[in-house]
């Protein structure tokens, strides 16, 4: 290679910057380029100093008659590596040289100094910050700050991030950090009076829309981007542990997630205020005791099943302990549980913060515990209820609260959505469902409380199959894959309806067995296979 360079045509060099006249501002590398020239950068300048019009094939010329002295074939495919090598490191030492040149032109005609560009990247979403710190090295120096992962959102339609990710964003942020999303979000979010469920499996990822069958191909027989159960292991430690801080945590469908990583998170957690859960496999006893005994300044609480209707599992002491110990609860969703209504009475009325209460898909719920409440005990501050297709829903029950809201009870209350997709229970048969809102006192109720908002949407009597099929098929769909999400069909007079096939509910009405409910848990192993994070 050095006959190749020393043997090419001589060409003008580039004009170089001068040196100072005066010797006494000569920097240290002026001084050793002077008195001692380094070979290498001789070379190297003789190299650069090719013009683009003649060095193109002056060293195909050059390089060939190279090739053709060399006798063997073993000695010509050496020289071809070793040419392609030192090529490659020369365009890495370019781009390397651009960096930082590029990097010194920004740190000076930024506009913003170094705290407060973090102070702007800080209030971006973490995706953005992932994004700003790829530009230059001057954004990823500030991007390094904590308070640029003081909320961190990890959530996506499809796994994109593994325990990795979320540990080294965690200790990025450290005791700052103040919101934790992590998990499978599919599609947007459901408006707050819908129940629309927002449970997803990792079977059915690769579907997700804007999933290229090349990627199927890959995630076939692994999930390297899938989050486990020590995700959230990154929370716990001494008193200055980023989870001490913590005060919102939301999770979504993490599969591989079970009740003693979710414990030890929370047990890590005492400052949290919002804890939203939706289709993890936990068990919802365990996990309102753990919420209990640690998170005592907690004041949202949402927690969504991933199977409707299969976890019976909440006893009255829970119920006592989670009142005594949470006190401060404004705001709790429970959907998709088996809820009697002696317990979820507990609940109301020992809450006497609360004001928005969610109970949406649970199976027992008849509405008896609706009754005596709206005095000076627990529910007088309800604004919103929602009570949406609650199969055991009696009319009879809505109807005297809507006639206790009339007569003065529920002053507060704004906001009430009794919607069932099946119809309401009627008072001595529950397989005898009502389609209407004839037995309620709407038009009173309208009169009285002109402000107030009743959402009552259901399917036309008859407009779907017997009771008693639809009961036989929800066992039936237990033996079967995992149901896909319903589709509701309008009529065009905007009320919704659906099959009764559907239904998402179990039709068994007992208690249930907790060592067979709790032995259909998955329990997955760790995998050690760990990608990056991408964006985008």
């Given at each position: 290679m050095d006959t190749l360079l020393l043997g090419c045509p001589s060409t003008a060099k580039r004009p170089c910057c001068s040196l100072p006249s005066d010797p006494l501002v000569l920097t240290a590398s002026h001084r050793v380029?002077?008195?001692?020239?380094?070979p290498m950068d001789r070379l190297l300048e003789s190299f650069l100093g090719l013009s683009d019009s003649t060095s193109t094939l002056s060293l195909d010329l050059s390089f060939d008659r190279l090739l053709e002295s060399r006798p063997c074939d073993s000695d010509q495919n050496d020289m071809i590596e070793r040419a392609m090598r030192l090529g490659s490191v020369l365009l890495e030492a370019g781009k390397r040289s651009a960096r930082k040149r590029a990097t010194m032109h920004n740190a000076v005609v930024w506009a913003l100094p170094p705290d407060l560009t973090t102070?702007?990247?800080?209030?971006l979403d973490t995706q953005s910050v992932c994004y700003a710190a790829a530009t230059c090295t001057l954004f990823r120096k500030c991007t390094m700050d904590p308070l640029c992962y003081a909320n961190i959102d990890l959530t996506a339609e499809v796994p994109r991030v593994n325990n990795v990710v979320v540990s080294t964003f965690i200790q990025r942020a450290g005791k700052v950090l103040q919101s934790l999303k992590l998990g499978i979000v599919p599609g947007p979010t459901a408006s707050p009076g819908s129940s629309q469920p927002l449970v997803y499996t990792i079977r059915n990822s690769a579907d997700?829309?804007?999933?290229?069958?090349?990627?199927?191909?890959?995630r076939q027989g692994k999930e390297s981007s899938s989050l486990t159960r020590s995700c959230l292991s990154s929370l716990s430690g001494d008193s200055d542990a980023p989870g001490a801080r913590l005060r919102r945590l939301h999770l979504y469908n993490i599969e591989r997630m079970d009740n003693a990583a979710l414990c030890a998170a929370l047990s890590a957690c005492p400052s949290l205020l919002d804890l939203e859960i939706v289709g993890l496999h936990v068990e919802l006893r365990q996990t309102l005791e753990s919420v209990s005994k640690y998170c005592h300044l907690?004041?949202?609480l949402h927690f969504e099943a991933s199977k409707a209707g299969r976890?019976?599992?909440?006893?009255?002491?829970?119920?006592n302990d989670l009142v005594k110990n949470c006190p401060h609860i404004t705001s709790l969703a429970l959907r998709g549980f088996k809820l009697h209504d002696n317990k979820v009475r507990v609940l109301v009325k020992g809450f006497h913060k609360l004001k928005y209460l969610d109970f949406s898909t649970s199976y027992s719920i008849t509405g008896g515990f609706l009754r005596n409440l709206g005095g000076d005990a627990g529910g007088n501050q309800l604004e919103v209820l929602i009570l949406r297709d609650c199969m055991h829903l009696k009319e009879v029950e809505v109807a005297r609260m809507c006639t206790?809201?009339?007569?003065g009870d529920f002053k507060i209350l704004r906001h009430l959505d009794i919607s069932n997709r099946e119809g309401l229970a009627s008072e001595g048969d529950w397989y005898h469902r009502c389609y209407s809102t004839s037995g309620i006192p709407v038009k009173q109720l309208e009169e009285e409380r002109p402000g107030f908002y009743l959402a009552a949407e259901f399917p036309h009597e008859g407009s779907f199959i017997d009771i008693e099929q639809m009961v036989a098929n929800e066992a039936y769909s237990d033996l079967s894959s995992p149901s896909q999400p319903s589709s509701h069909t309008s009529d065009g007079s905007g009320t919704l309806f659906t099959s009764s096939t559907e239904s998402s509910y179990n039709s068994d009405q007992g208690s249930g067995n907790e060592d067979g409910r709790e032995a259909s848990y998955i329990i997955y192993e760790e995998s050690s296979d760990e990608v990056d994070f991408l964006v985008g």
């Open positions: 380029s002077i008195s001692r020239p380094d102070k702007v990247f800080s209030v997700a829309p804007g999933f290229s069958w090349n990627d199927k191909r890959s907690i004041e949202r976890d019976d599992s909440l006893k009255w002491p829970t119920c206790a809201v009339i007569a």
